[in-house]
Nanobody, 120 residues
Framework: QVQLAESGGGLVQAGGSLRLSCEAS????????IGWYRQAPGKQRELVAA??????TKYAEFAKGRFTISRDTKNTVSLQMNSLKPEDTAVYYC???????????????WGQGTQVTVSS
């Protein structure tokens, strides 16, 4: 069973950058379709960006032009976040993604996530 672990969060000033990493481990530690989600206090969890095994990507509107999802190795996927805003403050999670038509959905168990805090 593959497990995913997030890292790279932290405290950054508005306008700054962070790079989050999602690493797969387990019996077959490869990442196929992976998504980054985030959840801010009092808000629902939302998709930030996702990448398919073939390289196709999907971004939330708020992430376009600022965030970049990439596959670094067979078992790591990163999320580069630039021009961060206070409203980007949230816990960020990575998780497997299943794609059906134009619908990309999270599948599997949520990890602990990594906290991103953007100060104004």
């Amino acid at each position: 069973q593959v497990q995913l672990a997030e890292s790279g969060g932290g405290l950054v000033q508005a306008g700054g950058s962070l790079r989050l990493s999602c690493e797969a481990s387990g019996s077959s530690p490869s990442v196929n379709n992976i998504g980054w989600y985030r959840q801010a206090p009092g808000k629902q969890r939302e998709l930030v960006a996702a990448i398919r095994s073939g390289g196709a990507t999907k971004y939330a509107e708020f992430a376009k032009g600022r965030f970049t999802i990439s596959r670094d190795t067979k078992n790591t996927v990163s999320l580069q976040m630039n021009s961060l805003k206070p409203e980007d403050t949230a816990v960020y999670y990575c998780i497997g993604i299943t794609v059906f038509g134009s619908t990309w959905s999270a599948v599997g168990s949520w990890g602990q996530g990594t906290q991103v805090t953007v100060s104004s």
